[in-house]
């Protein structure tokens, strides 16, 4: 018999709690997203996590340590070479990537990749360069509207990205050149994380906006997961955000697509007052698509707030033989230096109406305690090269 029927999962994307030991390798020392936020803030609210444990994980400076938390609170470390959302995730879910995914921040994309976009998809290939989702539609997109060029950008991210706009470029359009490109980064040289589709709205600058029709062509997961495993055995997986993008759709029985981080809570909230047994996986991406990555500390505080209200309303509705994780997948310090993620380790609260105990767990080596935990809990077996053991047995 299972000891939860229903198991949320929560990603607040890039919620970092300190750098991991090996932070150094990748220039990140002394990042603290959530830390670094809260000093930064005059005024910072988070009743709900911190009845959880949150501010027992890592000191903040408006939020006192709670003597009595309702849940149990750790931190986990990354054990894959990496510290994008892909790696996270996987990683959450059994998988060891121990080759980073291709980057190509500094430079662009090779010559003969974009030469060979152009020519596949019969438009010219504009940008080429790491930049912010927004200042390039203010650079670029009036020239694409006149000219139906292509915009093409990437980031700290191991992604390559293509704006379009739905009146003049299309839509079906933008994900046919999407495809392409995907296909063309599947070689080994060139090969990046994710393909992502960024179409806007707008005719001049100052007035564009990115829409929720993005869409994201990840590569496969490189082994099966918690995930192959739960819906082998028929249980339902309930993905919420990106999450069927991240794993390219294995695993996943249901999905659910999110136009903010906000909608990705009302969506989980009304998930749990419904009938289902098995997982439910969300991703909150605004934590870092739109604070992280752009170094807005305020936002990134207020967006956590926001979060924090609507974790009280899933709290409420939460039955008694459900579980609770909430956890991130790599840090994005909003207060460091340039625009990358940030390696750090990431917190882990767990809490359910059932347990009669609460308090401070173990700090974890690899983020696939969490994948080890459902599959536990479910009573099925993990997929051969899964990483990860269980911690059920401390949840009581």
Same mark, same amino acid.
């Given at each position: 018999m299972?000891?939860?029927n229903r198991?949320?999962?929560i990603v607040i994307d890039s919620l970092g709690v300190g750098a991991m030991a090996d932070a150094y390798r990748f220039g990140d020392e002394g990042a603290n997203t959530l830390g670094h936020i809260s000093e930064s803030m005059?005024?910072?609210t988070i009743p709900n996590l911190q009845k959880l444990g949150m501010a027992n994980i890592v000191p903040l400076k408006q939020v006192p340590a709670n003597d009595h938390p309702k849940g149990y609170y750790g931190r986990l470390n990354e054990a894959s070479s990496g510290k994008d959302t892909m790696t996270g995730h996987w990683e959450m879910m059994g998988l060891h990537v121990a080759t980073p995914f291709r =980057?190509? =921040?500094?430079?662009?994309?090779p010559k003969e990749l974009i030469e060979e976009l152009e020519k596949r998809t019969g438009h010219k290939v504009i940008g080429n360069k790491s930049a912010s989702g927004t200042e390039i539609l203010d650079e670029l997109a009036e020239e694409e509207i006149a000219t139906g060029n292509m915009i093409v950008y990437t980031?700290?991210?191991?992604?390559?990205?293509?704006?379009?706009?739905?009146? =003049?470029f299309d839509l079906e359009e933008l994900y046919r050149c999407c495809e392409i490109a995907r296909e063309i980064t599947m070689r080994d040289e060139w090969?990046?994380?994710? $393909?992502?589709?960024?179409?806007?709205v707008g005719r001049k600058r100052g007035e564009f906006k990115r829409t929720s029709n993005r869409h994201d062509y990840a590569l496969k997961p490189i082994g099966k997961t918690a995930l192959d495993a739960l819906k082998e055995a028929g249980l339902d997986v309930i993905s919420i955000g990106k999450i069927k993008d991240i794993f390219d759709g294995e695993g996943i029985t249901r999905s659910l697509k999110s136009k903010s981080s906000v909608h990705g809570m009302e969506q989980t909230v009304e998930t749990a007052k419904e009938e289902f047994h098995g997982l439910c996986f969300v991703n909150l991406v605004d934590f870092d698509a739109l604070w992280g990555h752009r170094r807005d500390t305020i936002g990134y505080a207020h967006e956590i707030e926001?979060?924090?209200?609507?974790?009280?309303?899933?709290?409420? $509705?939460?039955r008694e033989d459900d579980l609770l994780f909430i956890t991130a997948d790599h840090g994005n310090d909003p207060t460091y230096k340039g625009t990358d993620h940030t390696r750090e380790k990431v917190p882990l609260l767990a809490y359910s109406h059932a347990f009669k105990n609460a308090g401070a767990l173990p700090e974890g080596d690899t983020f696939a305690i969490i994948g080890a935990t459902i599959a536990d809990?479910?009573?099925?077996?993990?997929?051969?090269?899964?990483?990860? =053991?269980s911690i059920l047995s401390i949840l009581i």
């Open positions: 299972n000891r939860f198991i949320f999962v005059d005024i910072f =980057t190509f =921040t500094d430079s662009g994309f980031s700290a991210d191991s992604v390559l990205q293509i704006c379009g706009n739905e009146e =003049t090969k990046v994380g994710r $393909v992502i589709a960024r179409p806007y926001k979060f924090d209200k609507s974790l009280g309303k899933l709290l409420n $509705v939460l809990n479910f009573q099925v077996s993990m997929p051969d090269g899964t990483i990860g =053991t």
